[in-house]
């Protein structure tokens, strides 16, 4: 089994639609947890950090439940420009060092 | 700022030739990450260091990978021997808190 894991997708939507990924994770010590975006060809970009308490960020919000051991990303009223790979990162044990464990990707498109 | 800055963007090269690829991390940031890319194992964390101290090679996938760290503001990855199996992207990212910002990668092809 995967440390993490996604659904690749892909997940095409219209524009306006509200769309969910999870991503789960194995290791029950990780401490962070984070959402990059990647466009084609290009780097991964920090979306947003997860918080235990859950977080808000415009149309995009993001969850964690330790106790079934996923995170969430809900994107609310797509915009075509969502059209991306949603990559889900955990840190790798309880350790502060920092070293992410990246799932495979979910990809996105936003149809209009 | 600067992000984090990678060069050569793209390298073409033969199998068996030597390959560097070259990072500079963001200004400050006291760790930083070496990644490949491909479209069967994903992003995938090759080595990193911390104050220019490598601190994890476990994903260095055998001798032919080495990395090195001089000072804060510049590392290196080279391949040697080059094989056609090394093709892939190759991400540098750095950090200093929780949060990795990544650079623009390098496209490695080899022939």
């Known amino acids: 089994r995967k440390e993490v894991e996604q659904d690749p997708g892909p997940f095409n939507v219209p524009e306006g639609a509200t769309v969910a990924f999870n991503c789960t994770y194995s290791?029950?010590?990780?401490?962070?947890f984070f959402w990059y975006r990647q466009d084609c060809r290009k780097e991964p970009k920090l979306l947003m950090s997860v918080y235990s308490s859950g977080n808000e960020d415009g149309r995009f919000t993001a969850q964690l439940n330790r106790a079934s051991q996923y995170i969430s990303l809900l994107i609310r009223d797509s915009k075509l420009s969502d059209s991306a790979t949603y990559l889900c990162a955990v840190t790798s044990g309880s350790s502060n060092t920092g070293k992410l464990i990246f799932g495979q990707g979910t990809t996105l498109q936003v149809k209009p | 700022d600067a992000g984090v800055i990678q060069s050569p963007r793209h390298e073409v090269t033969e199998m068996g030739q030597e390959v560097t690829l070259r990072c500079k991390p963001i200004s400050g940031h006291d760790y930083l990450f070496w990644y490949r890319q491909t479209m069967m194992r994903g992003l995938e964390l090759l080595i990193y260091f911390n104050n220019n101290v490598p601190i994890d090679d476990s994903g260095m996938p055998e001798d032919r990978f080495s990395a090195k760290m001089p000072n804060a503001s510049f590392s290196t990855l080279k391949i040697q021997p080059s094989e056609p199996r090394d093709s892939a992207v190759y991400f540098c990212a750095s950090k200093r808190g929780s949060e990795q910002y990544f650079g623009p990668g390098t496209r490695l092809t080899v022939t």
């Open positions: 290791n029950s010590a990780s401490q962070s």
